[in-house]
């Protein structure tokens, strides 16, 4: 089983906010392979337990608030005994990153992310792959907190809806492949669409509610 896992916040008030684009991408796998079936409770999360590329996955979107992510996926791994380093994916959103682009990582830092902070804090370990992507900096005269919180703009949702669909298709083959065949699919794909040209920003911080 791979756990792929969708971070945000819940709520009528969050849907569609640059913080939730974890969220939008478990979304449309869901469209893709939840068959129609309505989401259940359990892990403090919402879930679907569907057949992505041939292999049983489990599609989780956490309730517990960006800051409280890692408990649901904490609670799966040890009800599923699943490995994080192999069995685990995060979709999360990126402010280093532009908006339209993804970046896989098969590990590392939480780079300031609150969600993926907790995560490393309940598991243990930064060991787990994670799907980022981007949402464009903050402009300089707004607050990190405000602008993580807000809607997409037009012109950003232009942009962000084929890279969604890039991050479903990226899931997709780290279920049956695992993290280095997807990062080598698609991490070229971005490098050659113009990012990746100078050196990625590591560590920055972008800590986040």
Request: proline content about 5%; charged content about 25%.
């Amino acid at each position: 089983m791979k756990l792929l896992v969708g971070l945000g916040n819940p709520g009528a008030e969050y849907v569609k906010t640059r913080h939730n684009a974890g969220f939008m991408a478990i979304d449309l796998l869901a469209e893709r392979h939840g068959s129609g079936q309505a989401p259940r409770s359990k892990f403090n999360a919402m879930l679907l337990d569907a057949p992505v590329s041939g292999q049983r996955c489990l599609l989780m979107k956490p309730v517990t608030y960006m800051n409280r992510s890692g408990q649901a996926i904490a609670e799966a791994c040890r009800f599923y005994k699943l490995d994080p380093s192999s069995d685990v994916l995060v979709l999360v959103d990126d402010v280093v990153l532009p908006c339209g682009v993804v970046r896989l990582k098969a590990t590392g830092g939480a780079g300031g992310h609150n969600g993926l902070t907790d995560i490393a804090r309940k598991l243990g370990s930064e060991n787990y792959a994670r799907l980022r992507i981007g949402i464009d900096e903050k402009p300089p005269v707004m607050r990190l907190e405000d602008y993580v919180l807000g809607r997409f703009t037009e012109e950003q949702m232009d942009r962000l809806t084929p890279a969604l669909k890039q991050a479903a298709d990226a899931a997709e083959v780290f279920a049956a492949e695992g993290i280095d065949a997807a990062m080598n699919k698609f991490n070229t794909r971005n490098t050659t669409s113009g990012w990746g040209k100078t050196a990625e920003p590591e560590g920055e911080s972008q800590s986040q509610e």
